[in-house]
């Protein structure tokens, strides 16, 4: 009988260990989006700029 309820005991903390440490990494996931977006948001402006510098030198290449 103590065999069994400490593997009971052992299976719900084994739970709750593992939700805390997938919740962790989530957390610490999202925080490096949040770290990284503007640098995300300056790379991408800075190709649309481009895009747009090179389509307005070579027009002929955009059927315009």
Same mark, same amino acid.
Request: hydrophobic share 55%; glycine share 12%; aromatic share 16%.
């Given at each position: 009988m103590f065999?069994?309820?400490a593997t009971v005991i052992?299976? $719900?903390f084994g739970f709750v260990f593992l939700y805390g440490v997938i919740r962790?990494? $989530?957390r610490h &996931?999202? /925080?490096d989006l /949040?770290?990284?977006r503007p640098q995300v948001q300056r790379v991408a402006q800075s190709a649309? $700029?481009?895009d747009?510098?090179?389509m307005r030198e070579n027009a002929f290449l &955009? &059927?315009?």
């Open positions: 065999t069994f309820i052992l299976y $719900v962790l990494a $989530v &996931g999202m /925080e /949040e770290a990284r649309f $700029v481009d747009r510098a090179f &955009g &059927g315009n």
